[in-house]
Protein backbone atom coordinates (compact mmCIF):
# COMPACT_ATOMS: atom_id res chain seq x y z
CA UNK A 1 0.00 0.00 0.00
CA UNK A 2 2.80 2.64 0.67
CA UNK A 3 3.90 2.49 -3.31
CA UNK A 4 0.61 2.40 -4.79
CA UNK A 5 -0.08 5.97 -2.46
CA UNK A 6 3.68 7.15 -3.19
CA UNK A 7 2.12 7.22 -6.77
CA UNK A 8 -0.17 9.99 -5.98
CA UNK A 9 2.18 12.18 -3.53
CA UNK A 10 3.29 15.61 -5.04
CA UNK A 11 6.04 16.77 -3.08
CA UNK A 12 5.65 20.28 -4.22
CA UNK A 13 1.92 20.46 -2.64
CA UNK A 14 1.99 22.08 1.15
CA UNK A 15 0.82 19.87 4.06
CA UNK A 16 -3.04 20.42 4.49
CA UNK A 17 -4.59 20.15 7.95
CA UNK A 18 -6.79 17.06 7.14
CA UNK A 19 -11.03 18.01 7.16
CA UNK A 20 -13.72 15.82 8.99
CA UNK A 21 -14.99 13.70 6.46
CA UNK A 22 -17.13 10.74 6.42
CA UNK A 23 -18.12 7.87 3.85
CA UNK A 24 -20.96 5.05 3.65
CA UNK A 25 -21.13 1.78 2.65
CA UNK A 26 -23.90 0.58 1.82
CA UNK A 27 -24.31 -3.34 1.86
CA UNK A 28 -27.23 -5.63 0.31
CA UNK A 29 -26.73 -8.75 2.55
CA UNK A 30 -29.58 -10.24 0.99
CA UNK A 31 -27.27 -10.70 -1.94
CA UNK A 32 -25.54 -14.28 -2.93
CA UNK A 33 -23.21 -13.23 -2.66
CA UNK A 34 -22.74 -9.77 -0.68
CA UNK A 35 -23.00 -6.78 -2.96
CA UNK A 36 -22.22 -3.34 -2.17
CA UNK A 37 -23.02 0.15 -3.59
CA UNK A 38 -20.21 1.99 -5.42
CA UNK A 39 -20.20 4.71 -7.27
CA UNK A 40 -17.37 6.56 -10.08
CA UNK A 41 -16.70 9.83 -9.49
CA UNK A 42 -16.46 12.73 -12.79
CA UNK A 43 -13.40 12.58 -14.62
CA UNK A 44 -12.40 16.59 -14.02
CA UNK A 45 -12.19 16.37 -10.29
CA UNK A 46 -8.88 16.72 -8.96
CA UNK A 47 -9.06 14.79 -6.17
CA UNK A 48 -9.50 11.12 -7.15
CA UNK A 49 -10.96 11.71 -10.68
CA UNK A 50 -12.55 8.89 -12.26
CA UNK A 51 -12.44 6.63 -9.35
CA UNK A 52 -15.11 3.70 -7.95
CA UNK A 53 -15.49 5.30 -4.25
CA UNK A 54 -18.20 4.69 -1.46
CA UNK A 55 -20.74 8.08 -1.43
CA UNK A 56 -19.34 10.72 1.07
CA UNK A 57 -17.88 13.91 1.94
CA UNK A 58 -16.95 16.55 4.63
CA UNK A 59 -19.16 17.72 7.85
CA UNK A 60 -21.49 20.63 7.37
CA UNK A 61 -23.21 23.30 9.30
CA UNK A 62 -26.64 21.55 9.26
CA UNK A 63 -25.17 17.86 10.38
CA UNK A 64 -25.01 19.29 13.70
CA UNK A 65 -28.55 19.80 14.46
CA UNK A 66 -30.47 17.67 12.00
CA UNK A 67 -32.66 15.75 13.94
CA UNK A 68 -32.68 11.68 14.22
CA UNK A 69 -34.19 8.64 15.56
CA UNK A 70 -32.04 6.26 17.26
CA UNK A 71 -28.81 7.27 18.44
CA UNK A 72 -24.83 5.50 17.39
CA UNK A 73 -23.89 2.48 19.54
CA UNK A 74 -22.28 3.01 22.67
CA UNK A 75 -19.23 0.99 21.08
CA UNK A 76 -19.37 3.50 17.84
CA UNK A 77 -19.62 6.43 20.38
CA UNK A 78 -16.12 5.40 21.89
CA UNK A 79 -14.02 4.77 18.90
CA UNK A 80 -15.33 7.57 17.16
CA UNK A 81 -13.91 9.79 20.19
CA UNK A 82 -10.65 8.01 20.47
CA UNK A 83 -7.25 9.75 18.78
CA UNK A 84 -9.11 12.99 18.29
CA UNK A 85 -8.88 16.69 20.12
CA UNK A 86 -11.89 18.11 21.92
CA UNK A 87 -13.68 14.47 21.73
CA UNK A 88 -17.93 14.93 21.82
CA UNK A 89 -20.78 13.03 21.47
CA UNK A 90 -22.34 15.81 19.15
CA UNK A 91 -19.01 15.57 16.93
CA UNK A 92 -19.41 11.80 16.72
CA UNK A 93 -23.47 12.40 15.81
CA UNK A 94 -22.63 14.73 13.16
CA UNK A 95 -19.91 12.38 11.56
CA UNK A 96 -22.68 9.44 11.19
CA UNK A 97 -25.04 12.22 9.85
CA UNK A 98 -22.42 13.71 7.28
CA UNK A 99 -22.35 9.96 6.05
CA UNK A 100 -26.04 9.87 5.10
CA UNK A 101 -26.58 13.63 3.92
CA UNK A 102 -23.74 12.85 1.41
CA UNK A 103 -24.94 9.86 0.62
CA UNK A 104 -28.06 11.14 -0.49
CA UNK A 105 -26.66 14.22 -2.32
CA UNK A 106 -24.23 11.90 -4.20
CA UNK A 107 -26.76 8.92 -4.91
CA UNK A 108 -30.74 10.11 -4.36
CA UNK A 109 -30.79 7.82 -1.59
CA UNK A 110 -32.04 8.44 1.70
CA UNK A 111 -31.36 6.09 4.94
CA UNK A 112 -33.66 6.37 7.91
CA UNK A 113 -36.93 5.22 8.75
CA UNK A 114 -40.43 6.16 7.62
CA UNK A 115 -41.85 5.13 10.89
CA UNK A 116 -42.44 8.52 12.33
CA UNK A 117 -43.35 10.75 9.74
CA UNK A 118 -41.29 13.85 8.97
CA UNK A 119 -38.97 15.73 10.66
CA UNK A 120 -40.96 18.64 12.15
CA UNK A 121 -37.55 20.85 11.89
CA UNK A 122 -34.52 20.49 9.77
CA UNK A 123 -31.75 23.01 9.11
CA UNK A 124 -32.97 25.47 6.84
CA UNK A 125 -31.41 25.55 2.67
CA UNK A 126 -29.69 22.50 2.95
CA UNK A 127 -29.97 18.78 1.77
CA UNK A 128 -31.63 17.72 4.65
CA UNK A 129 -35.31 19.50 3.79
CA UNK A 130 -35.42 16.73 1.32
CA UNK A 131 -35.64 14.02 4.09
CA UNK A 132 -39.15 16.13 5.39
CA UNK A 133 -40.30 16.58 2.17
CA UNK A 134 -40.11 12.66 1.46
CA UNK A 135 -41.06 11.63 5.73
CA UNK A 136 -37.85 10.30 6.17
CA UNK A 137 -35.79 10.39 9.65
CA UNK A 138 -31.99 9.42 9.55
CA UNK A 139 -31.33 6.71 11.67
CA UNK A 140 -28.24 6.86 13.48
CA UNK A 141 -29.00 3.03 15.37
CA UNK A 142 -28.70 1.53 11.32
CA UNK A 143 -25.00 2.83 10.94
CA UNK A 144 -21.43 0.69 11.99
CA UNK A 145 -18.53 2.68 12.41
CA UNK A 146 -16.05 -0.09 10.38
CA UNK A 147 -13.22 2.21 9.87
CA UNK A 148 -11.09 5.55 9.67
CA UNK A 149 -8.26 6.94 7.80
CA UNK A 150 -6.38 9.95 7.38
CA UNK A 151 -5.31 10.92 3.55
CA UNK A 152 -1.13 11.14 3.43
CA UNK A 153 0.25 14.38 3.44
CA UNK A 154 1.58 16.05 -0.01
CA UNK A 155 -2.15 15.47 -1.49
CA UNK A 156 -4.33 18.18 -3.24
CA UNK A 157 -7.19 17.52 -0.43
CA UNK A 158 -6.58 15.72 2.76
CA UNK A 159 -9.68 14.14 4.89
CA UNK A 160 -9.82 12.62 7.89
CA UNK A 161 -12.43 9.93 7.10
CA UNK A 162 -15.08 8.02 9.11
CA UNK A 163 -16.49 4.92 7.23
CA UNK A 164 -19.64 3.47 8.16
CA UNK A 165 -21.54 0.74 6.70
CA UNK A 166 -25.49 0.44 6.54
CA UNK A 167 -27.90 -2.55 5.20
CA UNK A 168 -29.90 -1.94 1.82
CA UNK A 169 -32.96 -2.12 4.00
CA UNK A 170 -32.03 1.29 5.38
CA UNK A 171 -32.95 2.75 2.02
CA UNK A 172 -36.47 4.53 2.72
CA UNK A 173 -36.60 6.31 -0.20
CA UNK A 174 -35.35 6.80 -3.59
CA UNK A 175 -34.88 10.25 -5.25
CA UNK A 176 -34.31 10.02 -9.00
CA UNK A 177 -31.61 12.52 -10.63
CA UNK A 178 -28.98 12.77 -8.40
CA UNK A 179 -26.45 10.63 -10.63
CA UNK A 180 -25.62 11.69 -14.24
CA UNK A 181 -22.60 12.91 -16.76
CA UNK A 182 -22.67 16.61 -15.47
CA UNK A 183 -22.78 15.13 -11.42
CA UNK A 184 -20.35 14.12 -8.87
CA UNK A 185 -20.85 10.37 -9.42
CA UNK A 186 -21.49 9.54 -12.89
CA UNK A 187 -22.61 6.12 -12.49
CA UNK A 188 -23.31 4.15 -9.76
CA UNK A 189 -23.37 -0.13 -9.38
CA UNK A 190 -24.26 -2.87 -7.04
CA UNK A 191 -21.14 -4.85 -7.34
CA UNK A 192 -19.81 -8.31 -5.14
CA UNK A 193 -16.40 -8.04 -3.67
CA UNK A 194 -14.83 -9.50 -6.21
CA UNK A 195 -15.94 -6.95 -9.10
CA UNK A 196 -15.44 -4.42 -6.80
CA UNK A 197 -11.54 -5.34 -6.39
CA UNK A 198 -11.75 -5.12 -10.13
CA UNK A 199 -12.71 -1.57 -10.48
CA UNK A 200 -10.36 1.37 -10.65
CA UNK A 201 -10.48 2.17 -6.53
CA UNK A 202 -8.19 4.28 -4.39
CA UNK A 203 -5.81 2.71 -2.53
CA UNK A 204 -7.43 3.09 0.86
CA UNK A 205 -11.32 2.02 -0.85
CA UNK A 206 -9.44 -1.60 -1.44
CA UNK A 207 -8.10 -1.38 1.82
CA UNK A 208 -11.39 -0.59 4.11
CA UNK A 209 -12.83 -3.54 1.45
CA UNK A 210 -10.97 -6.20 3.40
CA UNK A 211 -11.79 -5.33 6.20
CA UNK A 212 -15.36 -5.59 5.69
CA UNK A 213 -14.96 -8.66 4.73
CA UNK A 214 -12.94 -9.64 7.78
CA UNK A 215 -15.43 -7.81 10.14
CA UNK A 216 -18.23 -9.60 8.11
CA UNK A 217 -16.67 -12.90 8.35
CA UNK A 218 -16.21 -11.94 12.38
CA UNK A 219 -20.05 -11.65 13.02
CA UNK A 220 -20.33 -8.21 12.20
CA UNK A 221 -20.63 -7.12 15.95
CA UNK A 222 -20.21 -3.16 17.05
CA UNK A 223 -18.52 -4.49 19.72
CA UNK A 224 -15.92 -5.20 17.56
CA UNK A 225 -12.14 -3.01 17.17
CA UNK A 226 -11.84 -0.48 14.87
CA UNK A 227 -9.23 0.21 11.97
CA UNK A 228 -7.39 3.57 12.33
CA UNK A 229 -5.18 4.08 9.04
CA UNK A 230 -2.50 6.47 8.99
CA UNK A 231 1.12 7.02 7.60
CA UNK A 232 3.58 8.00 10.26
CA UNK A 233 7.30 8.53 9.04
CA UNK A 234 6.35 7.68 5.48
CA UNK A 235 4.79 4.45 6.17
CA UNK A 236 0.98 3.58 6.69
CA UNK A 237 -0.01 2.43 10.26
CA UNK A 238 -2.99 0.31 10.99
CA UNK A 239 -4.42 1.05 14.74
CA UNK A 240 -7.10 -0.62 16.26
CA UNK A 241 -9.32 2.19 18.47
Known amino acids: MDTLVARERNASLPTLRPVDASTLIIMDRRAKPLKILMGRRHDGHRFMPGKFVFPGGRIEAGDRSMTVAGALHPRAEQALMARVTRPSVQRSRALALAAIRETFE ?18 AGTPWEAFREHGVFPDLEALHFIGRAITPPKRVKRFDTRFFAVDRTAIAREVEGAVGPDSELVELAWVTMAEARRLDLPPITGVLL ?32
Open 210 to 241: GELEARIAAGFSPQLPVPFFYQKRGHFVRELL
Open 106 to 123: ETGLLLGTRDYGSPESVP
